[in-house]
């Protein structure tokens, strides 16, 4: 079973920007997708950006033109990089696998659909 290990959260200030580490057990780059999701306090945890097998990306509206979701060429790292912060950003992020699908999968952002979970990395924006 892969695991999952998300790194890069701090505190920064709005306007600021921040890359966030998902870095897997085994080679993910064909045959798993992946999506990051969030989870502010009192709020229900939302997917805001995934990642298909063939390299099509999905964006909640809300970050949509501030945050790009990428994989690294050696296929073990799926990163979010963060710009642009807003206050409304701070949550616990974590990133998600769904696989392996050996004829690939496209991205999503319907955590029902993820078997796959790291433990989380916080992201705190104020001023």
């Known amino acids: 079973q892969v695991r999952l290990v998300e790194s890069g959260g701090s505190s920064v200030q709005p306007g600021g920007s921040l890359r966030l580490s998902c870095v897997a057990s085994e080679y993910i780059q064909t045959q798993y997708c992946v999506t990051w999701f969030r989870q502010a306090a009192g709020k229900e945890r939302e997917g805001i950006a995934g990642i298909g097998t063939d390299g099509g990306t999905k964006f909640k509206y809300s970050v949509k033109g501030r945050f790009t979701i990428s994989r690294d060429n050696a296929g073990h790292i799926v990163y979010l990089k963060m710009d642009d912060v807003q206050v409304s950003d701070t949550a616990m992020y974590y990133c998600?696998?769904?696989?392996?699908?050996?004829?690939?999968?496209?991205?999503?952002?319907?955590?029902?659909?993820?078997?796959?979970w790291g433990q989380g990395t916080q992201v705190t924006v104020s001023s």
């Open positions: 998600a696998a769904r696989g392996p699908w050996f004829g690939g999968c496209w991205a999503t952002l319907d955590s029902d659909l993820f078997d796959h």
